[in-house]
């Protein structure tokens, strides 16, 4: 809701209460374009009120690992709402970033990214772009889980869920209908990675059944972006498997806050004051039509004044009852733009532990020497079914060529398992098998720096095969 509406028992009045928003100003350029944004919310009528936080660069510094302290969690958790300037996450001594921090812990699953043209004012080769990205937010490799597992090899775990994928690619569905969206476009890598961007498409080809009226595609994200680059025309909302601090350009008065007021304007339509955000957005077009332009954008020609923050802020607030000529104007306010996402119900499956990728540090290379000791293992039936380096095959039969590390991943099956045909038949094993092995491994000279059991989920594998296998 935009404001909260509270009745008195004894006057009946309905009283507007102002939302309740976090502010944080950020760092470097941040406080200079959260001023001019705060600002011009205030003259446009928002009914909001600031909450001010410090997190970022003053908060690393004081010794607050997380870039954000408790005091500031709270004020976050009471009201919601969040309206943050980009900020400075210290170089070189090891600091998470506090963006990905936020996104993860409060569920910010979503990242929406409107990409318009305001030709001619703002230079473009694509005058009628007008896309909307909507990336995941929180899995893949955001998930941030890194080791070192050898002296050459160095891991980054890719992590996706059901329900993560299911939330997001929902979540662009509902996007493109309430905002009259033709096409949802899909760009995943899984001609690599089957299992897990192959779960992402799989998910997307689901839902999509479920919104007939808006056409899908599903491309490789390769192919995508390149056509993407070429033909934004064809494309409406997209999503996949803003600026910076600028420390450089702080307190010189030359900062854009273009940025952040969008995004203060997609806050608006968020908690309920959509027509107040139009108001905002057409009295920012108008700006950009009577050419009005700070310095990235200024251009010799097109332009009619080259303008500092202050300056552009006080010519919005000018604009606020004006209406763009030649720039769509801004009709958030129209219909209905609530997106619900319904709550992930999980469906129970029958998981069997079938076998167990052991992974070596060994520093030697020949492949065949490594194999031929592994597979005379006898453990409780297991039997070594293939070796992997850098995830291609180099045992039995893997070719001299293949370059080699001192990273190996050694895959044990059952020793009934048929798997010379096209879906191999895997066996169950048991937890203690796997105990067995890494014990008989260890004491046999072998450095096992990691373990992945291999599991079949209703009968079909869930893990991928080695390239080459």
């Known amino acids: 809701m935009s404001t909260l509406e509270l009745v008195s028992r004894t006057e009946e009045k309905k009283v507007k209460v102002p939302v309740k928003i976090a502010v944080a100003e950020g760092d470097s350029i941040g406080p200079e374009i959260m001023r001019a944004t705060l600002n011009i919310l205030n003259e446009a009528g928002a009914e909001v009120e600031p909450e001010f936080i410090e997190l970022g ?42 963006n990905l921090t936020l996104r993860k812990t409060l569920g910010l699953f979503a990242n929406v990214r409107p990409v318009e043209a305001y030709s001619p004012f703002v230079p473009t080769h694509f005058p009628k772009m007008d896309v909307v990205i909507i990336r995941e937010n929180e899995e893949n490799l955001y998930a941030g889980i890194e080791h070192r597992q050898t002296q050459d090899v160095y891991q980054c775990l890719k992590l996706i869920t059901r329900p993560g994928c299911e939330r997001t690619i929902r979540y662009a569905f509902e996007y493109a209908k309430v905002y009259n969206r033709k096409k949802v476009t899909c760009m995943v890598k899984d001609n690599i990675m089957k299992i897990t961007d192959g779960l ?60 952040l007021l969008n995004a203060a304007i997609s806050m608006l339509a968020h908690i309920g004051q959509a027509e107040i955000g139009d108001k905002i957005k057409n009295a920012w077009l108008c700006t950009i039509e009577q050419g009005y332009h700070t310095a990235d954008i200024y251009r010799e020609g097109v332009s009619r004044k080259k303008v500092g923050t202050e300056e552009f802020t006080n010519i919005i607030i000018s ?150 296998e």
């Open 57 to 98: 660069e003053k908060a690393y510094l004081a010794g607050k690992t997380s870039g954000i302290d408790e005091d500031a969690w709270d004020i976050i958790k009471n009201n919601k709402i969040i309206l943050k300037a980009p900020i400075t996450t210290p170089q070189g001594k090891g600091y998470k970033s506090l």
């Open 200 to 259: 992402f498409h799989k998910v997307f080809d689901k839902i999509a059944q479920e919104y007939p009226e808006i056409k899908n595609e599903v491309q490789i994200i390769d192919i995508g972006s390149a056509k993407l680059a070429a033909q934004p025309e064809d494309y409406d909302v997209m999503f996949e498997a803003i600026h910076g601090s600028a420390p450089d350009i702080a307190g010189k008065n030359i900062a854009n806050p273009s940025g």
């Open 319 to 468: 604009n606020l009852e004006r209406i763009p000529n030649l720039l769509q104007k801004s009709f958030s306010s129209s219909g209905n733009r609530i997106i619900n996402i319904p709550d992930y119900i999980r469906k129970e499956q029958k998981k069997e532990l079938v076998g167990v990728d052991v992974f070596l540090d060994w520093k030697e290379a020949d492949p065949d020497k490594l194999g031929s000791v592994l597979s005379r293992l006898d453990i409780y039936q297991l039997k070594l079914k293939m070796i992997t380096n850098r995830g291609v095959k180099v045992y039995p039969e893997g070719l001299s060529e293949t370059y080699c590390t001192d990273h190996w991943r050694c895959r044990f099956v059952s020793k009934s398992a048929i798997i010379n045909k096209d879906e191999p038949d895997y066996k169950a094993i048991e937890f203690e098998h796997i105990l067995a092995l890494q014990s008989v491994l260890h004491h046999l000279g072998y450095d096992v720096i990691k373990t992945e059991n291999l599991y079949e989920f209703e009968g079909h594998r869930g893990f991928s095969l080695g390239q080459g």
